[in-house]
């Protein structure tokens, strides 16, 4: 509170009655706290209160302008700073907010909801890692417990080993301290076991239904496990309390875009950057949401405001890049050099910068440089992420020693007997969105989209807590009864219904990591069909190469590891060819463009669908489509992308090498 003269007791009371007046009839706190200013001038509550007034009446442009004479007159009063952020919320000048919460903050430190503002406000303008550190001090200034101090300090140097156990003993003492459960959600969110997660900030909510934090984390870990139904609701609870949060509109965003609602996001993503003009991040979701739906020139102009805001912005590089009928001009070239020859380039925006200078330079005709680049991207993401290869190959052996024939007829009667899903498996960039779009040019069928929902039921089957854990699965399926296949198939259903935005009887999804799971889809859904995209090893692994993906596709930044994948997923399908023959429809690439005709007829002949002209025509049905080769599957057959990989066989040594008998017989399939 400022230094002020407060002797004068009917003064006292006029603030008092303009106080109370500010809940029940805002438009007489105006004039009571005009009444006090033009008695005392410049008198900081009166000042402070009439701001808050002026708010609560509409009349944003006079509060703003209010409070900031009151943050120049007491530069010092953490409140005065806090309602002048929320003010510039209002009106919708949200990045000036940033300033006056730090001021706020760093004159009064314990200030948890200024904290969670400021970490609102950071999130939106892409500083990911502010963002959690104020997340984190919004966390420890609500801590009141001394016994809970160490930990919260833990929590916010990221200490989290220490920290989740300080948490967990304090909860064994004290199990219902909702500070303490939310505390190690947090700890459990950080090392991404979103599960657990989950559970405690659901307890947490059970025990303080009105802890909005908790909410709010609890909106974005159900984002991150792909419950979209349920991140929805909670964000929408979220809104209706505070409908200018932009952290929560933004997330909300984020959720309509990952269930196919792209009207609703993109008008959302409008709204958000009328308030954050300046927010390269931002504008890169909007460019994204803009792509899927089709509208590829808003999206370029997306990408390249945010170019323009951040020149060094390598992920809104690649998106240009990853628009496959973009060119870039050689001001884009040499832009992107100059970035790179700078030395303080986050890695992620160096690697993306190589990959984009890679597609840069093979549109050029330049294909050492290309090369060069696309190998220098993926040396540089590999180191950043894990991955073993020989995992993905000790599950190859334990699906063919679990899904023997016997086990497989002992559960045919098993599972959920509805025929809605068409699964298209494979590898990324094998032609399996141009069959998507074929069958989604069908009157019977909609297209959805890479759906997580077998994934997400294989880890919660699998039961990994950490890296260093064994996966329970596909064991885990051998103790399962009639009942519980039965309501996995079910809950899979029941789960991608939210995707589905049409009365048609079957729908597609793409995801091509599922080839990993045919056994399980087998058994959950025996009526669903599985399409099998394949393309040639080297065509298909060089294509994986050249492409950055946003997440989930980590085999592909290494040519031997791409090379060992394409030859671990060729082997699982061939056993499910011997153990199921027929339940896998093989559709190769390199067929469909030779005779389009001839492949569409057998595709819809084995998915018991009557032959439509319009599946030769795909390129004219408008859907969104969310793969890399969303652009390439809205123009008649794409026949460029057969034998793209020859201009870069001087470089496939590695990759050839890795593919060992699987490339020597393709399309035919070696004993293994």
């Not at 406000?121 to 550190?133: E, F, P, Q, V």
Request: with cysteine; aromatic share 8%.
């Amino acid at each position: 509170m400022p230094d002020v003269d407060q002797s004068v007791g009917t003064l006292q009371t006029a603030l008092d009655n303009a106080a109370r007046l500010l809940q029940s009839n805002p438009a007489l706190a105006v004039e009571q706290a005009t009444e006090i200013l033009h008695a005392v001038p410049n008198h900081p509550p009166a000042m402070l209160l009439l701001g808050q007034a002026q708010l609560a009446t509409g009349d944003v442009s006079g509060a703003v302008s209010g409070l900031q004479q009151l943050c120049a007159q007491q530069p010092r009063w953490a409140a005065a700073h806090v309602e002048l952020a929320h003010a510039f919320g209002r009106a919708r000048r949200s990045e000036e907010a940033i300033m006056p919460l730090r001021r706020a903050v760093q004159l009064k430190p314990d200030l948890p909801d200024a904290w969670r503002a400021l970490g609102d406000h950071l999130t939106i303008i892409g500083d990911a890692r502010g963002a959690d550190d104020a997340y984190a001090q919004s966390i420890k200034t609500s801590v009141r417990d001394p016994r809970l101090m160490q930990a919260a300090i833990h929590l916010c140097e990221n200490r989290l080993a220490p920290a989740e156990t300080l948490l967990r003993e304090h909860l064994m003492q004290y199990p219902t301290d909702v500070a303490a459960i939310r505390m190690l959600a947090e700890v459990a969110a950080r090392l991404k076991r979103y599960g657990d997660a989950e559970s405690l900030l659901e307890r947490c909510l059970e025990l303080a239904p009105s802890f909005s934090a908790a909410r709010q984390n609890l909106a974005l870990v159900l984002h991150r496990l792909y419950k979209p139904e349920a991140a929805l609701r909670v964000v929408d609870q979220l809104l209706a309390a505070e409908p200018r949060s932009p952290n929560s509109r933004n997330l909300k965003a984020a959720i309509l875009s990952r269930i196919g609602e792209y009207g609703d996001s993109i008008l959302l993503y409008r709204e958000i950057l009328d308030e954050y003009p300046r927010q390269p991040g931002v504008w890169l979701s909007y460019g994204h949401a803009l792509k899927t739906k089709g509208d590829e020139p808003e999206s370029i102009q997306a990408y390249r405001r945010c170019i323009e805001l951040r020149p060094a912005f390598g992920e809104a590089w690649w998106s240009l890049a990853n628009l496959k009928t973009f060119r870039f001009t050689d001001g884009d070239v040499r832009t992107m050099l100059a970035q790179l020859s700078g030395g303080d380039l986050k890695p992620e925006d160096r690697f993306h910068l190589h990959f984009s200078l890679g597609k840069a330079l093979e549109d050029a005709g330049q294909y050492q440089g290309s090369f060069e680049h696309y190998a220098e991207g993926n040396r540089l993401r590999r180191s950043g992420i894990h991955y073993d290869a020989d995992e993905n190959a000790s599950h190859v052996l334990r699906s063919k020693t679990l899904f023997t024939g016997e086990f497989l007829l002992a559960r045919k009667d098993y599972g959920c007997r509805v025929a809605d899903p068409i699964f298209i498996v494979g590898l990324p960039r094998s032609g399996s969105t141009l069959l998507e779009q074929i069958l989604a040019s069908h009157s019977q069928v909609e297209g959805t989209m890479e759906l997580p929902d077998i994934i997400s039921i294989v880890r919660e089957l699998g039961g990994r807590k950490r890296r260093e854990d064994e996966s329970r699965y596909p064991e885990i399926l051998a103790s399962l009864s009639e009942a519980d296949i039965r309501a996995l198939g079910e809950r899979y259903l029941r789960q991608t219904r939210i995707q589905r935005k049409t009365d048609k009887p079957y729908f597609i999804d793409k995801m091509p990591n599922n080839f990993a799971h045919v056994g399980l889809i087998h058994l959950i859904l025996p009526n669903a069909k599985i399409i099998d995209a394949r393309r040639h090893p080297l065509g298909c692994c060089f294509s994986g190469f050249k492409q950055h993906f946003a997440r989930g596709q980590k085999f592909t930044y290494s040519l031997e590891e791409i090379g060992r994948y394409y030859r671990d997923y060729v082997e699982l399908m061939a056993y499910f060819d011997k153990v199921l023959p027929g339940r896998v429809c093989r559709v190769f690439y390199e067929d469909v463009v030779a005779d389009l005709e001839r492949e569409v007829r057998r595709v819809l002949e084995y998915c018991g669908l009557p032959f439509e002209e319009r599946c030769l025509e795909f390129h004219r049905t408008e859907r969104a489509v969310r793969t890399a080769s969303s652009q390439q599957v809205r123009t008649p057959i794409y026949r460029e992308g057969v034998d793209q990989w020859r201009k870069y066989d001087a470089w496939l040594g590695p990759l050839k090498s890795a593919l060992g008998p699987v490339l020597d017989a393709y399309p035919a399939i070696p004993a293994f």
